[in-house]
C-alpha cells in the first residue's frame, strides 16, 4: 500500500538534508510491513545508477526479517537521468554517453540476484528556470545566457530520445518552465511517462494531459497557501483517475505534518490522504488506484 514514484534514497540516507539523514534500513522495512507495491529510486547524474543499486542492495541485507527483505527487493526498481545542473549541460555529449554505459553495466548485471538492477525508466531530466541560489539546487540565473538554455533543451531532447530508443518512460522535472518544456517534448514527440513533482496549474496539467502524460503530485500539495487553495483543488480533481500518480520526491518537499523535515517514502501516506479526501474517495481506494496506473505505465499491464 502507498506506492512511491519518485525518491532518492541516496540523497535520503547519506548526502543529508537540513543537516541529517535517515535510516534507509529503518524506512525501507516499514515500507515493506506495509506491503508497499512500487518504489522507484530516482537518477539525477549520469553516473550515479551503479552507486545507488550498491548502496539499496547493501541496506537491504541489513534487514534482518528474510521475509521482509524479499518484498524490499521485489517492490524496489530503479530509473536513471541527468538532472539540468549547469555542470551537466556544458558536459552533455559526454554525460549522455556515460548515462548510456551505466545502463548497459546495470542491464548485464540484471540476472545476478533478485534485485531488480534492469532500469525501469529514464529520469528525472528536464528543464528548470527557478532561481534560488541559496537552496539546494543552487541555481542561478547568472549561469544561464542563452547558450545555456540551449544546451538544456538540448540535453532534455537526447534523454527524452534515448527513452523513445529504449521503449521507456520518462521521469520529467520541469519548473517554471512549463511552455519550453511542452514544446521539447512536442519536437521529439514521444509521450510516455510522469511529470513528476507537478507544480503548475489545472490548464497546464489538461496540455500534458491531452499529450499522454501523467501527473504526480508529491507533498507539496499539502501545504499549499489558503489563498491559492480553491486552484489546487479544481488541480486535483482535473486529472483523472487513469493518469493520478503519487511521490515524495524524498528528501524533500515532506507533507504537513512533517513539513521541514527529512523527507522519506513511508512519509507519502499523508499526501495519498490529502487528496483522497479532496477526491471525494478513501486512501486505499486512492492506493489502489495508483497501483493500477504504475502497472499500465511501467509494466504495460491494463487491470
Not at 524506512?27 to 548502496?55: H, P, S, V, W, Y
Not at 520541469?174 to 511542452?182: G, I, N, P, V, Y
Not at 488541480?235 to 527529512?262: H, M
Not at 487528496?275 to 492506493?287: K, V
Request: aromatic share 10%.
Amino acid at each position: 500500500m502507498f506506492s512511491d514514484t519518485h525518491f532518492h534514497y541516496n540523497h535520503t540516507t547519506i548526502d543529508g538534508f537540513l543537516g541529517t539523514t535517515a535510516n534507509g534500513v529503518e524506512f525501507l522495512t516499514k515500507m515493506a510491513e506495509r506491503n508497499c507495491f512500487f518504489g522507484l529510486d530516482i537518477g539525477t547524474e549520469c553516473d550515479d545508477l551503479l552507486t545507488r543499486q550498491a548502496t539499496l542492495d547493501s541496506s537491504i541485507s541489513q534487514i534482518k526479517d528474510v521475509s521482509l527483505a524479499d518484498k524490499v527487493r521485489n517492490f524496489l526498481y530503479f530509473a536513471a537521468g541527468i538532472w539540468p545542473s549547469p555542470e551537466a549541460i556544458k558536459d552533455r555529449f559526454n554525460q549522455m554517453e556515460i548515462l548510456k554505459n551505466n545502463i548497459a553495466q546495470a542491464v548485464n548485471s540484471a540476472d545476478q540476484d533478485t534485485l531488480h538492477r534492469k532500469i525501469l525508466a529514464l529520469g528525472e531530466f528536464g528543464l528548470d528556470h527557478h532561481w534560488n541560489p541559496s537552496g539546494v539546487d543552487g541555481r542561478c540565473e547568472s549561469d544561464f545566457d542563452q547558450a545555456m538554455f540551449d544546451g538544456e533543451k538540448e540535453l532534455f531532447k537526447m534523454q527524452l530520445d534515448l527513452a523513445r530508443q529504449m521503449k521507456l518512460p520518462s521521469i520529467i522535472h520541469s519548473r517554471d518552465a512549463f511552455e519550453d518544456t511542452l514544446n521539447c517534448i512536442k519536437e521529439v514527440g514521444y509521450n510516455n511517462g510522469i511529470i513528476h513533482c507537478y507544480s503548475y496549474g489545472a490548464e497546464e496539467a489538461k496540455a500534458f494531459l491531452s499529450e499522454g502524460w501523467y501527473i504526480s503530485f508529491s507533498g507539496s500539495v499539502t501545504y499549499t497557501k489558503r489563498s491559492k487553495m480553491e486552484a489546487m483543488i479544481e488541480l486535483i480533481k482535473t486529472v483523472p483517475d487513469e493518469r493520478i500518480l503519487l511521490e515524495t520526491d524524498s528528501p524533500y518537499l515532506a507533507p504537513v505534518p512533517l513539513r521541514g523535515t527529512i523527507n522519506t517514502p513511508v512519509n507519502v501516506e499523508h499526501t495519498y490522504r490529502f487528496i483522497a479526501e479532496i477526491r471525494g474517495t478513501s486512501p486505499e481506494e486512492l492506493s489502489a488506484l495508483v497501483d493500477k496506473n504504475i502497472r499500465r505505465l511501467f509494466f504495460s499491464e491494463e487491470k
